[in-house]
Every structure is written in C-alpha cells, then in structure tokens.
C-alpha cells in the first residue's frame, strides 16, 4: 500500500509533540504553581532563622539589664560603700549567664572627700568565683570618670542605658559589651552602675548555629562594627533575612551559605517534576494504546483492506463496537454494493455506446461511400467548369463529414484505452516534408504565413507511432488555421534530454483569436470549446484537442497552451521519442494499372455501393459480378472462377466473415482467391475478426480509389494467381 503520509506516523508524530507540549506544561505549571508558595515558605525560613539568632542573643542581653537594675538599687541606696560591696558581691555569686563582671563606679570623691576613685567593680571567674577589682581606681590610670561608657551617662535620666561599642577584654581576649546606667541618692547623681557582657558564648551559638543550617551569618552592633561574620557572601538577587533586635540596636542579616533560596526552589520544583512526569507519561502512553487500538488500528486495517479491494469488494474486518467506525464500514459496503451495480450498468452502457458507434459508423459511412464513390466516379467523367466545382464541394463537404466522423471514433478508442501505440523507425523529415504539402497551401488560401523551424538534426531518425505523432501534429495546425484569419502560423520543434530519456518538443503558435484565461483549462476537456459561439462560427466537434491531450498522455508526454484573447495562442507538446539508427524505407509507388481480363466478385447487400464499386472495378478494366450475400457470394465461387473478390462484412443470410471462412475451407483452388474485406465498420475488433477469418486485406468504406490501387499493386501475385506469367506481363 502506498501512502504518502500515514496515519500512525501521524499519531506517532502527535504523541511526541503531545509530549513536549505536557512536559512544557508540566513545566510551566509546577513553576508558576509550586515555585512562588515554596520560594516564599523557604524565605519566611530563612526570616525564622535569623528571629531565631535574634532572640537568642536578646535573652541574654537583656536578662543582663535585670542585673544592671539590680546594681542600680544597690547603688540608690544609703549604705555604706562597705555594705554596697558585699550586696554587689552576693549578687555577682548567684549570677550565671554573660554578665561577667559589673559594679558600682561613684562620683569622684563622693565616697570621701580624700579618695577620687573609689570603684566597687567585681568580676566572675571561668570557676565561679568572683573578685572585687580594683586597678580602675587608680588617679594614675586617669580615672575611669573620663571612660566613654562614664561619660554617656553622667546626669542622664533615671533608667537610662548606654552601651558601648564591642571590645576586646585586654585581660580575657574575649568580646565584650558594657551597658552603663546613672544611679542617683536622694536625687543626686552619685555614680554609673555598669554590667559586661561576653560575647564568647553568644557568639559561638550563632556559629554553631550557622554551621548546623548551613548559614552565612553577619551580625552587627549599633555603631557598625562587626560581631561576626561567618560564612556571609552577599548575591545578586539573593534573599538576605534581616533583623534589628533589643534597645541596644544590633543587627542580624542571613544568608543560606552552600544554597541559595533559588536553588532550593528549583530543587523543590524538580522533585515535583519528576513526580508528576512519569504518572502524565503512563497516562498518555495508556492513553494513545486504548486510542490506537481502538481508533488508529481499524482505520489502518480499512484503508489496507480498501486498497487490497481496488477492483471491487467489501470490507470484511471484525469490528464489533457500534459507533462512527462501524458505520463507516457499514456505510462503504453499502457504497460497494451499490457501485459494483453501477459499474456493471457502466460496463454495459460503455458495450451498448461501443455497438452504437460500431453501427453508426456502419451506417454513415455505407450511405457516404455512395455520395463519394458517386463523386470520385463522376469527376472523371467529361463535366463542364461549373459542374466540376459543383461536384468538387459535394465530394469535400462528404470528406469533411467523413472526418468528423473519424474524430469521434478516434476519441472513443482513446478514451475506452482501446488505441495501442505502435513503433516504427521513420525519418523526421518526413513529418516536416508532410507539414509543407499539406499547410502551405491551405495558409496560402486563407492569406496566412506558414512557417516551419526545425532545431532537430536533419538525419535525426525516430522509433514511435509516427501515425500518431501526425495526428497530434494535424490537430493542433487544423485548428490553427481554422481560427486564425490573419498574421502566422509556426511550427517549431527542438529535443530535450529529461532524466536520460529523450523528448521531442512542439509548439504550434498562431496569431488567431485567442483563448481566455479561464476557458484554457476546459478546451481539453472533450466535446467542450472556449465559447459555444465558435462550433457556430467555425464548426467542430470539440475533439481534437481532448485527442490530442490524450495522445500526449500514452506518449509519455503532456500537451500546455498559453493564449492571450485576441493575439493568438501556442500550444506545447512534450512527447518522449525513442531515437533510432536509420534504415532503408521501403518505397512503394503508386501505380493506377489496368486489369483487362481480370474478374471480379463483388458482395453487397447495397446496391447503390455495389453500383459504385462496379463502376469503380469496370473502370480499372474489370469484369464484375455481384452477390447480395455472403450465402450468393460461397455459390458463386464454388461454381464461377474470380480473381478479385470485395466482401462486405455485415449482409443478411450470411455475413463476409461466414462467407470468408466458407470460402477458405473449400477443397477447391478457388479457396485461394484474393478477398479484400470492404466494410463500413473500423474498429479494430471487427478487422481482426475479418483477418482472422482470411480476407487478404481491409478497405474501409468509403471506398478511397488510392488505397484501393495500393492494395490491387500489393497483391498483384494473388490477383494474377490464376492467369499465367505473360498474362501478368501484357496487363500490367
């Protein structure tokens, strides 16, 4: 079966797009689905994560400003400095936490009017115990009342806290932040309270933390220094959580350090990629298998079983589902049925056009082989200038009838393929040499220029159906002529070389009438013109091209016309031509010989024919006699003794082929009398019909006296069978 484009790799080809265009939308959807709530999940994450160090750096923090309240109270009080001390250092013992050291840090000589600086400062060892410091009460160190931690807070509102920048302890090497706060006696400023809070151990959280979640951290305090940074790298476009926490101002950005947010998403997103796309590909896989099983694969088998079923027949598959396939099934069978009726009513109306054309040919041509063989016989006959050409027009008028005629036979031949292509060699030049007797004379008539170009070799030699290669050539120019009143008509002829075969071409142009654009395409469709005026104007039957495309067409070629109304038109021929080495012609000439003495039987169930044909023989110097059928005809050769007989095929009684065959099977010498079949019928069936049965040659009605003379030259040894060789001398 060949099929240029099949359905299943049709279907094959829409499940791969199907495929690409769900894997897209799988794609695009999971994207614009997944992607926004799972980028802002994991940046409120990420936010999380970042209150998360805050508040766990603020709790601390700010437990250490309930320590710095409570160093505040015992400063307000009216101890003594003694009293103070032991309170500060009772408190500092039942601390934990990142307060490590604080204490109370009065006026200058406030205390005593002797003593500028006396601190009550206490700090916490790594073991718990705590010790009174007192090296910042030293004048020579220049007092701690110059400190900026001091300073921030002298005077300052009751409540007030201060904090410091980040240092680094010089005894501990550990970061350090002091908040400061003013401590008032009856409403006098007495002194600062101060708290120190180590940053190691927040800090080493936050690490800790970071590197557990894989975190860039950078942390900062109010002023911009930088607490830590680990593992911080900032990105273009990247999600930074950022916070600010406590009343001390620090801030807190975070980064995910090994992965960033969009990759995360991406992650996110592919999983659930990869989870819809094999569930979508086995239901599209289960989807084209129910599909092509139960849609494709019986279409497939009907059009297969439709091609197997070209000359006829139903599709027999077994199909039982009843839906729009079953009907289809259902609805070609009845299609079938009905067409195989319809071919066997066709067949028999193409046999009944067959036997109509067979018997009007017969019928047309046996009264017209009466009108021309009448006017053949009186234009030898002494006539005077106006009867001749009276006479003359009677007999052309009949050969144009004969030709039209002949022009709808040809195309029922072609059209039944009943026209078989024969393949002689012939020289070119002859066509050319035929075109110039033939045309020159009629352009001349009309006032017309005939020209004749020739691109093929002179010697150029042809293999191919040169009768055909005429008449398409004839057509073509007769209709030139016919339509063209003044100007030219050309013939120009050239070789191709297409895909190694070779092609003659053929352009037959005029200067005639022209053919409208949209009248071009239906002139090569039979019995149709350009215009229904011009069968009135010009005549014919509108078979001449339509013969001449069809031609073409078994010749392996194609015929095109370009025409532009009212300047005339060209019409193309391309026709494969075997080329051939040349050969000796066999040259016959034409000889009009007498037959004195010789006999003739001519059978004729017409008389007017049998007349003509007498007349005709008589003339050539024959003796006739004439049988109105093919019973007579038998009698007479048995019992009489004829050189020449002419047997008409359809006669009462018994037609020329009985007759012939009878004739053939006599155990006489006269069984092997010269019988030529004269009949009105050309179709091929009935001359093979009529040779089969043993007529030496056929001559089609109506009768030419040319052919007719061929035909007695190419038989002469059968027609002078019977009279001895000097005989044959003396009359020929």
Known sequence: MDIQSSLKRKSMLALALYLVVVVTLIGTVSYLVVEPPTRKQLERNLDLRTELISSYIQAPVNRSLGLLHSIIVIGSSNESPSSKAEHLQSLFSLTEGVAVSGGLWPAPYSQRPDLAYSSQFFNRTDDGTVERIYSYDSPEAGGYDHEDWYTSVINAPAGTVSWSRVYVDPFTQVQMITASAPYYINDQFAGVATVDVSLEELVGFVRHHAEEYDLGVYLTDSYGEVILKHHFKRLDGEHIGRHTFGNFNWNVDVVNAKRIVDDQVYEVVSKVEAGLMPIMLICVMLGYFFINRYLISPIVLIAQRVDDSKEGGIIDINYNSNDEIKQLIDRFNQKTVYLEEEKKKALASTQAKSAFLATLSHEIRTPMNGVLGTAQILLKTQLDDNQRRQLRSLYESGDHMMMLLNEILDFSKVEQGRVELESSPFPFDSIIGSLHSTYFSLCAEKGLEFQVISDVPEDRWYCSDKARLRQILFNLLNNAVKFTSEGTVEAHFSEQRINDEDYLQIKVSDTGIGIPEDAQEKIFKPFVQAESSTTRRFGGTGLGLAIVKQLCELMEGEVRVTSTLGEGCCFEVTIKMQQCKATAPTVRSHNSHRYTGLKA????????????????????????????NGKEAVQAVTNGEYDLV???????????????????SLQIKQSKVLIFGCTADVFPETRTLMKSAGVDSIIAKPIDEIELDDALSQFSEQLYQFKDRLDKRLHA
Do not use: Y
């Open 601 to 628: 039987l001519i059978v004729e169930d017409n008389r007017t024919n049998a007349a003509i044909l007498s007349a005709l023989l008589s003339h050539k110097g024959f003796s006739c006699e004439c049988s109105v």
């Open 646 to 664: 002419l047997m008409d095929h359809h006669m009462p009684v018994m037609d020329g082929v009985e007759a012939t065959q009878a004739i053939r």
